[in-house]
């Protein structure tokens, strides 16, 4: 039924850059706010970015906002997460996440049992 399938992670060196793509099927993808999590081996896993349903707005943590942009396609129901600048502490298991009620600046404080729909996630390694 739904999905939301995860692509472009892999091993870069610090200093690199990566595009995730989660492309999401079985539901009305116009209808959700996107975003990704992050989960690093040993933490709990953390907002990183959220995009509104027509791109108007995004809200994106402080620890990377000057290097990651998120962006979605509505025609191809897929959302993205351009990486700049990568850090070794950016090494984390990467989840596209949509939820259809919450706004783009509630994700922050969104618990993980509040997301409507879940990726299986992508490896993002950045290496020193």
């Known amino acids: 039924q739904v999905q939301l399938v995860e692509s472009g992670g892999g091993l870069v060196q610090a200093g690199g850059s990566l595009r995730l793509s989660c492309a999401a099927s079985?539901?009305?993808?116009?209808?959700?706010?996107m975003g990704w999590f992050r989960q690093a081996p040993g933490k709990e896993r953390e907002f990183v970015s959220a995009?509104?349903?027509?791109?108007?707005?995004?809200f994106t943590v402080d620890s990377v906002k000057d290097r990651f942009a998120i962006s979605r396609d509505n025609a191809k129901n897929t959302v993205y997460l351009q990486m700049n600048m990568l850090k070794p502490e950016d090494t984390a298991v990467y989840y596209c996440?949509?939820?259809?009620?919450?706004?783009?600046?509630?994700?922050?404080?969104?618990?993980?049992?509040?997301?409507?729909?879940w990726g299986q996630g992508t490896q993002v390694t950045v290496s020193s």
């Open positions: 996440a949509a939820d259809r009620r919450s706004s783009v600046t509630m994700w922050a404080s969104m618990s993980i049992s509040q997301v409507d729909y």
């Open positions: 995009i509104s349903r027509e791109s108007a707005s995004t």
């Open positions: 079985g539901f009305t993808f116009s209808n959700y706010r």
